[in-house]
């Protein structure tokens, strides 16, 4: 491998590690908000979304693991004050819309985020670079998702 090949997988490889982490933060949190939350459609949207981060952190696992790389975890103190802000926000009696709201809040900015990383990485590979795209469309239909929860 060259020194321009072994570049572009350099490149590769931060990307999948970055979208990892947004993945597994989104996914982490979901789970923490799930825990706050009783029985109902809404826990049941949420247990779908869980499901489809999951998704996404496996394929980017496995396109790691091919590169003999590892996804790079969330740190301890971002994963710690997001559950401090849902154990706050979330009590027994936190309308399903308001738990929406905030769902789509932090979805929204991991939208931004993840586009942002998607046009800083431009250069790579297609096949790897649409894995950025799935994450994307994953936390675009979560918040879909979250729209109908709105007026109830």
Known sequence: MNKEESMAVDREVEFLKQL???AQMGRDTLEHVNNNIGPGELREAVEKDIFDYSDVCAQIT?????????PKP??????KMAGIMIDMKIKDDTADSEVAKMIIDGTTKGVTE???KISDFADVDNDIKNIGYK??????KNIDEM???LHS
């Open 20 to 22: 990892h982490q947004a």
């Open 135 to 140: 994450l994307l469309y994953v936390q675009q």
């Open 74 to 79: 969330v740190g301890a103190i971002p994963r």
């Open 114 to 116: 993840c586009t942002s």
């Open 62 to 70: 496995a396109k790691l693991d091919e590169r003999d790389e590892h």
């Open 147 to 149: 729209r109908r929860f």
